[in-house]
């Protein structure tokens, strides 16, 4: 079995809020995770090379013949063929940028003590999707989704769908113990993979690529619309469109959510919204953590960037291209500003922080209520995030 090392790059952090409790690889992009990718193109065991306080919880193996990729690299069938053909200590790059290399145990270990440089014999890809920027994990899902069911699906057969459903397109797969009735599936605009013990209530209308993952739930009158990645154990319902859900979150009532990304854990409140287009159709900014600024993502649509463990309160407002950190909890009228820090605790009136100790009870509690518990590789992490994101909570510096 082969082995790769998905390694973060130092742009990793272009990607936070989703990449602070996670690794690049751990990202959802269609159906599968970037790591779950490799591993069903290549049957290899994947592991990380990470930021040192992810690194325990996501360890990393060597062994004495590795490839080592970069992890916002999206995988594809030119990268796939170069793989193939790199001798030990030859590299693949894409526009003078590293990708991957064919590395033994010293090598790598040498490459992670001084960095990696591009040497002269390195093979150059053409065709090349990085994952750079937040905005570009619901920019890539229809792709991704398409490609990625044509990997689940090859050799396989789908349950069938019960007759109480309309069914307009052919590119649809059911997993055992899923669960669909009166509904409306469109998958002449793109495939549709439904999971096992997935259920679809009465009533949803859902126009492809569509994923939904294993055990999550579409509430009845849900209308969703592609390209949207619904991960495991979400409970969606409302208006959904061009946006990324992952594990354990909710979104369970009325409201809109557009090109958007939701982390885990997280929770929408009743007839929540998040504005996806400005009223002048200006291009749309969002906060970018390493420059402490707002940057233009080159689309006139964006919406909601919501981190691990976020919560809205119901009728909560989102301005377009809004950014909210891993803990934070927004309540309140009126539209809370476009960058909520990591562990704020209130809305457009003002946030006070979001203690710790108390968070960590609020998170216990909800993840018991999918059988999961709050372990301590888990509030490591969060614990580190909690004491580094302090510097963008300027009300504490206010206080003290």
């Known amino acids: ?54 690194q325990k919880k996501f360890p990393l193996t060597i062994e004495e013949d590795n490839f080592l990729i970069d992890a916002s690299i999206l995988p594809n069938e030119e990268l796939n063929y170069l793989l193939t053909c790199l001798n030990t200590n030859q590299f693949i790059s894409h526009e003078s940028r590293f990708v991957a290399a064919r590395l033994n145990r010293r090598q790598v270990e040498s490459f992670f003590q001084v960095g990696g440089t591009i ?3 390195a ?11 937040l905005w570009e994990i619901f920019g890539f899902n229809d792709l991704e989704l398409k490609n990625d069911y ?28 899923a669960k669909i009735k009166a509904s409306i599936l469109n998958s002449e605009t793109g495939p549709i993979y439904i999971s096992k013990n997935a259920e679809i ?69 009743a007839d929540s919204n998040n504005s996806n287009l400005k009223n002048n159709y200006d291009t749309v900014k969002i906060w970018n953590y390493p420059t402490q600024r707002f940057i233009p993502t080159g689309s006139i649509f964006c919406g909601l960037m919501m981190g691990d463990h976020a919560k ?14 891993v803990g934070a909890n927004v309540f309140g009228d009126g539209f809370p500003r476009q960058f909520i820090p990591d562990f704020a605790w209130g809305g457009n009136s003002g946030f006070t922080t979001f203690k710790l100790d108390k968070f960590y009870e609020t998170a216990k509690t909800v993840m018991l209520r999918r059988n999961q518990e709050l372990n301590e590789f888990d509030r490591d992490i969060l614990k580190h995030i909690y004491d580094t994101s302090a510097v963008n909570r300027s009300w504490e510096k206010s206080m003290n």
Not at 123 to 133: A, F, G, M, P
Not at 312 to 325: A, Q
């Open 119 to 121: 040497t002269d014999n």
């Open 312 to 325: 809205c309160g119901i009728n909560t407002m989102f301005n377009t291209g809004t950014v909210v950190g």
């Open 150 to 177: 044509e990997i689940l699906t090859k050799d396989k057969n789908s349950i069938a769908l019960h007759a109480s459903n309309q069914h307009f397109g052919t590119q649809l797969f059911i997993e055992d113990g």
């Open 201 to 269: 209530m009465e009533g949803a209308m859902i126009r492809g690529p569509f994923y939904l993952g294993e055990n999550a739930q579409v509430k009845m009158g849900a209308k969703i619309y592609g390209a949207t990645t619904i991960g495991p154990g979400c409970r969606v319902g409302g208006e959904i469109n061009n946006s990324v859900f992952y594990a354990n979150s909710n979104k369970a009532h009325d409201g809109f959510i557009g090109n958007a990304v939701i982390g885990e854990w997280c929770n929408i409140g």
């Open 1 to 54: 079995m082969q082995n790769i090392i998905l390694h973060d790059s130092a742009h990793t952090q272009d990607l936070w809020p989703l990449t602070a409790t996670r690794p690049v690889g751990e990202l959802r992009i269609g159906i599968l995770t970037i790591r779950e990718k490799w591993e069903k193109r290549w049957n290899a065991k994947v592991s990380y090379k990470t930021a040192d306080y992810l």
């Open 123 to 133: 093979l150059e890809l053409i065709n090349c999707k990085r994952i750079q920027h």
